[in-house]
């Protein structure tokens, strides 16, 4: 097993592997007689119905070689004046598996309750509000799926993850709108607003007033932003649970990231399951707005949780991290080591226990869990198993995202301050700063009255990324290896839209 592993990374590090799940293949097992069982039909491939891509331009959009950058028709495609853009892969897999949604969607309150998700959705055809209108309580929302191993599990989830949220939001109505509108305040807020129930800073938080805390009678105060980011948690598991559900009847492949903000009372949510990455940029200054998870952000995690279990190693692997691998004529002698309790690192006598693969093996977008897959949140993978084992990865994934929280109405932001929300595709090549000034290189050109101003950035970003064609290869203007992924990026004005 060990040898079969060591084969699989041998080629990984030797190979130019861009995706998330490493290029294993999977087990293989063909039907000999017809499965008594009908086999649902895949979801077809699609593009984001807001591009509004005809059949032509549709199948324009795959071509590995061209490498179209698709944008929107008109600025006033989605709502804000968004920018969007996105480009095919250079080849790495059939289709485009990353997924965009934007929607404007209205929460009725419980007592009311439309029960959309138990409703038969045709999955294959494009999202219908489905929330009763109630001009009190609404959100809005961009997403982005970036998918692995097959583009169904990332279409489904831009498809659905919205009406999970709406969902979990419904329970609140009634909580929240009381909340605005009569305060439930016992004691003034005292709780350090620099940290949320994540446990990740949250710049630009200003403490609300006093009058929008709730007690409900708890020893704890509860705020009505923890409320929502419960409410996001919670979508985001139920998405799952969903996809574990539908995943053989509705033919879902694969896995996928999401990144989802939603602006919802004043405040944008933004929450993160996987490697892709948001930023404000305000005032030519860059914030962090997500948190990449991927196997060596997680490592403690994931080492914590084998060490507890050891049994879902199958025996194969070791929960220890060493700087290189270890070779049999250093068993009993002194290495570098770090187990879950650590971030630095000490020495140990090597034992036969630790000759094993690790957990956790590889740096930056090489690093890989039980030598499978790069990320280490997000949807789907219930079936993803340790190359020709029945070793199951699944459980050392998560989907529980990452949430930081902006108070957007609580800031002053001029023309040039946006949201940039994009895939890993787009910043496997760039940093925050290049990213900032490129955007504001299209601002000084393209003023705040030119409406398309949003999109052109979104544009610009893709192109720069993607790079040009060069001796068979993408290459950015510095000459380095431009990226080979699908790159999806929205370009969210923040100065008064929506408001
Ligand atoms: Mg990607």
């Not at 002053?412 to 925050?432: C, E, K, P, R, S």
Request: charged share 25%; net charge negative.
């Amino acid at each position: 097993m060990i040898s079969r592993v060591k084969a699989a990374v041998t080629g990984l590090l030797g190979g130019s592997l861009s995706s998330k799940q490493s290029a294993l293949p999977a087990p293989c097992t063909p039907e000999k007689e017809t499965p008594s069982v009908p086999v649902a039909k895949p979801q077809p491939p699609c593009r984001p119905s807001f591009l509004k891509l005809s059949p032509e331009e549709f199948q324009k959009s795959g071509d590995h070689n061209a490498r179209i950058v698709l944008t929107l028709e008109t600025p006033e495609e989605l709502h804000w004046g968004t920018g969007y853009a996105e480009v095919i892969n250079a080849g790495k897999s059939h289709h485009n598996e990353d997924q965009a949604c934007c929607e404007f969607l209205v929460v009725e309150d419980s007592d009311l309750k439309h029960n959309s998700l138990q409703s038969d959705q045709n999955l294959n055809t494009d999202l219908q509000i489905l929330c009763k209108v109630n001009d009190k309580f609404s959100f809005y929302y961009w997403g982005l799926f970036d998918g692995h191993a097959g583009y169904g599990c990332a279409l489904t989830a831009s498809k659905l993850l919205q009406l999970q949220i709406c969902d979990q939001l419904r329970e609140l109505v009634h909580i929240l709108q009381q909340t605005t509108a009569a305060p439930l305040c016992l004691e003034p807020d005292t709780r350090n607003r620099n940290e949320n129930v994540s446990g990740m800073s949250t710049p630009e938080i200003t403490n609300p007033p006093a009058e929008t805390t709730m007690r409900f009678h708890l020893e704890k105060q509860v705020f009505p932003e923890s409320l929502v980011i419960g409410a996001l948690e919670n979508a985001f598991k139920q998405m799952d649970k969903r996809i574990e559900r539908e995943r053989t009847t509705h033919s879902i492949d694969g896995g996928c990231c999401a990144l989802v903000t939603v602006y919802l009372m004043g405040k944008l949510y933004v929450a993160n399951a996987g490697d892709s990455r948001a930023i404000i940029i305000r005032e030519g200054k860059t914030i962090e707005m997500s948190h990449e998870f991927t196997p060596e952000t997680e490592r403690q995690r994931l080492q914590l949780l084998a060490s507890i279990n050891p049994e879902l190693l199958g025996n194969e692997f070791t929960c220890l991290e060493f700087p290189r691998r270890i070779q049999q004529k250093e068993l009993k002698k002194r290495m570098l080591y770090r187990d879950h309790t650590m971030t630095g690192w000490a020495y140990k006598t090597i034992e036969e226990d630790d000759m094993k693969f690790p957990l956790v093996y590889g740096e930056g977008k090489k690093a890989r869990v039980m030598a499978t897959i790069g990320v280490t949140r997000g949807f789907g993978d219930h079936d993803l198993k340790v190359y020709n084992s029945n070793i199951s990865i699944k459980p050392f994934l998560s989907c529980m995202p990452g949430v930081k929280v902006y108070d957007l109405d609580g800031c002053d932001h001029n023309a040039d301050d946006v949201m940039i929300m994009g895939t890993d595709g787009l910043w496997d090549v760039i940093t925050d700063r290049e990213v900032a000034d490129i955007v504001q290189r299209i601002f000084t050109s393209h003023g705040p009255d030119q409406s398309n101003r949003y999109n052109l950035a979104a544009q610009e970003l893709v192109l720069r990324t993607r790079g040009v064609r060069k001796e068979n290869s993408w290459r950015l203007p510095t000459g380095k290896l431009a990226s080979l992924d699908d790159i999806s990026v929205f370009v969210i004005p923040l100065a008064g839209q929506g408001r």
